[in-house]
């Protein structure tokens, strides 16, 4: 069989099983078995060699990996690295797959934050967000903090990769965080419980129900961090969190309440509510 024969075929294998973007991921998996291998296996490679065949040994690779993706694992299992804010990222079950929405709070921090400021991380997972923040806002103080061992083995791993210096604390919420912080963001888990069956099997399945459940409204972690963030945030500092589309206006009446002061809803590149920033001016009520 030829590279051109088994991409076509992966790809009808991958259609059938009901994959989303089935085109993709047959190219994807392709690339990563050449590279895995140390072999060229760009798009530029492929179209000058797509008549080749196909050696046996990558021919089998190849097969294996479609038949997994058929299963619905996420592509970022199989290879697993993600790519978010132009970095790439280790990706294993025990942590959310980082998502491109998501990079819409980064960017919402790295305008806030300037050399010399320490930012917090709350809920981190991969680690992607502080990571990013570290690399690419040289000069911060950059610490976060998770619940689950497994994905601050990975948080850990993707610092040192990426050759950042990141204070991880281990606990429920703020339980173990220590300092005053001048950012704090949150990417937490905010899907109503009842709304994760419903999701796509690769989210349903494979990656951490911990990452992905907010309780019976969703809101559970965003009541929690209006009330407990206040205490390690300084003066002036700000919240910057991650929402659902139709959970801005709940969040941002958690927040007022909670006293915090200019608080607002960003959109995404689709218009739709992302993130809530607000900023903790001392003005309880
Ligand atoms: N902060 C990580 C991310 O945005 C993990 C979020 C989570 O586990 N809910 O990808």
Known sequence: ?????????????????????ADLDAWYLLEFIRKRAGL???RTWFLMNDREEMPDSEAKDYRELLDRRAERIPLQHLTGEQEFMGLSFLVTPEVLVPRQDTEILAEEALSRLKPGMAVLDMCTGSGCIIVSLARLCPGIRAAASDLSSGALAVARENAKRLDTAVSFFQGDLFEEVEGLYDVIVSNPPYIPTDDISGLMDEVRLHEPVMALDGQADGLYFYRRLAKESRDFLKPGGCLLLEIGYDQGDAVKNLLEEAGFCNVCVKKDLAGLDRVVAAENRGCLA
Do not use: I, N, Q, S
């Open 1 to 21: 069989m030829t590279y051109r024969e088994a991409l076509r075929a992966g790809r009808t294998h991958l259609l059938e099983a009901g994959v989303p973007d």
């Open 40 to 42: 060229p296996g760009d």
